[in-house]
C-alpha cells in the first residue's frame, strides 16, 4: 500500500514557479514510476509528465515540455514538479500517481491533489 500526498499549490502569477511535492509513505516507492497529471475545471484529466523508477527517464506533454521538470528522492520518498515560466492555462488540481510501468499506463495509488492557480 502506498499513499501520496501532495504539497505546494498556490496562486502565482503568470511567469512564476512553484515546486509541487507528492510524499509517498511505504517502502515500496522505488518499485513504482510516477507521474504528474492535472485537471481543470470543465476538462479532463491530462498526463503532465512521468518519470522512472531511479529518475533515469522522464517524458512531458507537449503543452509543459521545456517549462516543468520532474524530479525524484527515493531517499524522501517524494517526487516533484518544479514549474516555471507559468501560464494562466496551466491553473489546475495537479495529481501525483504511481504506476508499476514505465511509461506509465496505469495507476495503483494516486494523492489527494493540489490547487494551482495562475493568475494573469
Known amino acids: 500500500q502506498v499513499q501520496l500526498v501532495e504539497s505546494g499549490g498556490g496562486l502565482v502569477q503568470a511567469g512564476g514557479s512553484l515546486r509541487l511535492s507528492c510524499a509517498a509513505s511505504g517502502r515500496t516507492f522505488s518499485s513504482y514510476a510516477m507521474a504528474w497529471l492535472r485537471q481543470a475545471p470543465g476538462k479532463e484529466r491530462e498526463l503532465v509528465g512521468g518519470?522512472?523508477?531511479?529518475?533515469?527517464?522522464?517524458h512531458y506533454a507537449d503543452s509543459v515540455k521545456g517549462r516543468f521538470t520532474i524530479s525524484r528522492d527515493n531517499a524522501k520518498n517524494t517526487v516533484y514538479l518544479q514549474m516555471n515560466s507559468l501560464k494562466p492555462e496551466d491553473a489546475a488540481v495537479y495529481y501525483c500517481?504511481?504506476?508499476?510501468?514505465?511509461?506509465?499506463?496505469?495507476?495503483?495509488?494516486w494523492g489527494q491533489g493540489t490547487q494551482v492557480t495562475v493568475s494573469s
Open positions: 518519470i522512472s523508477w531511479r529518475g533515469s527517464r522522464s
Open positions: 500517481a504511481a504506476s508499476p510501468d514505465y511509461p506509465p499506463k496505469k495507476y495503483d495509488y
